[in-house]
């Protein structure tokens, strides 16, 4: 079995990598201090959200995914309701897992921090 470095440490590794590079990091939600899953919310200029999350592979890995994207609108009402359903999405995911970290990383390019050349 895989050792597993504590949530509260991975998700501080990401905010500092982040700042680094002149981006900006922030816990909205902490879950349990050390076996909690994490949900990232990547953006760019505080646009164009996506939360991902690690999920389990047949081969017993786990690979990050995207499991939600805020979706462009067409006009500044369609834009609206595309946040507010992405926001309530995420809000829904901190009540089902109380031991679920969300983290929003905003930096030019950010699924770089997790591996994926997206």
Known sequence: MEARLPAHLEVSSY???VQAEGGFGTVLSK??????TIMLVLV???ENARAYERMPGLDGTRAW???RRQEPGADFSALIDSRLAFS????????QDPDLWIVELDVAKPERFIGLGV
Do not use: P, S, V
């Open 15 to 17: 905010i500092r990598a």
């Open 88 to 95: 309530d999405y995420i809000e829904k995911r901190g009540f």
């Open 44 to 46: 760019e200029n505080g």
């Open 31 to 36: 879950g349990e201090r050390d076996a909690g």
């Open 65 to 67: 995914h995207c499991t």
